[in-house]
């Protein structure tokens, strides 16, 4: 995934208006998350609240790296290698796109622009297949293109 300095600076500036208010955009994510997928509830502990939080710092620090992504590759592959633990499937990682979406939109209100939302999707979807390339080599490139 290659981002230009303006698509970096566009993620940068939209993720510190979410992370005015991480409490309230891990709600709106997981919330999304367990309306639309609600078998993936169980996975998770009952009280979302550190979940959230952590959620919200590690996409900060992937919005801070965006820059050098090969440098982030070791700490997304071990992130990965732990959800495999978490009983988590490639397959899992397409079910998160629609609720970031609906997270970002709400967050940012008239900021979510077009141009926005295409700039998140390809992160979003350089970092899901970074992850799941790394943490099921055999089955990673066939689900990075879908
Ligand atoms: C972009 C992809 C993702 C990111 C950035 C992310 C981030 C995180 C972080 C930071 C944690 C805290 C624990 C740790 O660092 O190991 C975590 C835990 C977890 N994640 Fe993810 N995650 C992603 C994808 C997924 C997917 C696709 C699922 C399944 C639907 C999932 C389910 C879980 C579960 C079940 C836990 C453990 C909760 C617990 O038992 O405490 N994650 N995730």
């Known amino acids: 995934m290659r981002l230009s300095q303006d698509e970096i600076d566009l993620m940068r500036a939209s993720f510190r208006q979410v992370a ?3 409490a309230v955009a891990a709600t709106l994510f997981y919330d999304r998350l367990f309306a639309i997928a609600p078998e993936a509830r169980p996975m998770f502990p009952p009280d979302m609240e550190a979940q959230g939080a952590k959620l919200i710092s590690t996409l900060g ?6 820059h050098d992504m090969a440098g982030m590759q070791p700490v997304l592959a071990a ?3 732990r959800h495999v633990g978490y009983g ?4 899992h990682y397409a079910l998160l796109a629609g609720p970031l979406e609906w997270m970002l939109a709400r967050s940012l209100g008239e900021r979510y622009t ?6 998140w999707r390809k992160s979003f979807a350089g970092l ?5 390339t790394a943490a ?4 990673g490139s066939d689900r990075a293109s879908a």
């Open 20 to 22: 005015t208010a991480p």
């Open 61 to 66: 620090i992937v919005v801070s790296q965006l």
């Open 79 to 81: 992130l990965a290698k």
């Open 88 to 91: 988590v499937r490639p397959e």
């Open 114 to 119: 077009p141009e926005l939302a295409a700039v």
């Open 128 to 132: 899901t297949e970074a992850m799941i």
């Open 136 to 139: 099921y080599p055999a089955e």
